[in-house]
């Protein structure tokens, strides 16, 4: 009798399904190729593996018991996951990565990124349904996005801060520059004020700041003055709502804010201190792209990297943030 380790094979899985969907053993004989004596015996085989009961034998039909339910679930469920796992694997061996990690900053547009990962996915090379690449999105704030890249955990950084020369063993290139303006909420203390606004007078107000995600790395923090009370938020879009909400003041990428300043709910104010623009750019460990006439590998990464030396790619991932705005605040 074999044990149960050895009875849960791929075709007793299959087996069990096909008796299920055509209703009797006779049936799925037919379907099989079998006759149903040798389809009775492996089911008795199985049970007495597995020291349960899979099929009402009081039935004249293939009444399936609780555990032959549960054996029935759990079985398409596993020669699902092999199908696709043999399918991963013949994608790999075409030079397919089995998963490309893309750390984001939150700054650049979602929108333009879930409309590139669409896109990613309606690939068909050579005639299959999409690449087979597992891609996962991991959004990151300053100094964080430097980091999930230099630490391995992902294997593309776009919105990586670009005012340094990249480290040893990564390759780079500039993506855009983003501007910046100080904002407030209509009520706010500031958003009557009349002139430049010195940093002595921002110093009594309290900032809205976007927490750096970086754990290893030294954070990076912008435009907070020393002894300023901050209020510390997670997200570039929380941020904003902050500002709205008259919860502080601070300095806002525009692309994002640009809704909220037309509609009202954000006042921009001048400033006397310089505002810089933040310079973005993109990029992934040295060697992961194959150079000319070695063995293909890394094809979604390429994938990726075309995409982005696009300008309206660039310019979209910079500027295209419509339709997924923080929630207006009336």
């Not at 015996?41 to 009081?58: H, K, M």
Request: overall charge neutral; charged content about 20%.
């Amino acid at each position: 009798m074999p044990d149960q380790h050895h009875a849960l094979t791929p075709e007793a899985l299959a087996m069990m399904d096909t008796i299920a969907r055509t209703g009797s053993f006779a049936a799925a004989a037919r379907e099989l190729g079998k006759v149903p004596s040798a389809l009775t015996y492996s089911v008795r085989q199985l049970e007495d593996a597995l020291d349960v009961l899979l099929f009402d034998r009081r039935s004249r039909q293939a009444q399936l018991t609780a555990a032959g339910e549960e054996l029935l679930n759990e079985g398409r469920r596993l020669l699902a996951e092999m199908e696709a796992v043999a399918n991963r694997v013949k994608r790999v061996s075409t030079g397919w990565e089995t998963q490309l990690t893309i750390a984001v900053d939150g700054a650049l547009s979602r929108l333009t990124m879930f409309e590139l990962c669409e896109a990613f996915y309606a690939l068909r090379p050579d005639g299959r349904d999409g690449p087979g690449t597992r891609l996962r999105l991991r959004t990151e704030v300053m100094s964080g996005t430097w980091e999930a890249l230099l630490s391995g955990q992902a294997d593309l950084a776009i919105g990586a801060f670009g005012d340094t020369p990249p480290p040893a063993g990564v390759d780079a290139q500039p993506l855009g520059d983003m501007d910046f303006v100080f904002a407030v909420a209509p009520h706010h203390p500031l958003a009557a004020h009349d002139g430049p606004i010195t940093d002595a007078e921002l110093l009594t107000h309290r900032a809205v700041a976007v927490a750096d995600t970086a754990q290893r790395m030294s954070p990076r923090t912008v435009n907070l003055l020393p002894g300023q009370e901050v209020f510390t938020v997670a997200s570039v879009q929380a941020k904003i709502e902050a500002q709205v909400r008259c919860l502080g003041c601070g300095f806002v990428p525009e692309p994002l804010a640009r809704e909220h300043i037309r509609a009202g709910r954000l006042v921009v104010k001048e400033v006397a201190r310089t505002l810089h623009k933040a310079r973005f750019g993109y990029a992934w460990r040295a060697g992961a792209v194959p150079q000319p006439r070695k063995a293909p590998q890394g094809l979604a990464l390429q994938w990726w990297l075309a995409q982005l030396d696009s300008p309206a790619t660039r310019r979209a991932l910079i500027e295209h943030h419509a339709g997924l705005l923080a929630s207006a605040v009336d």
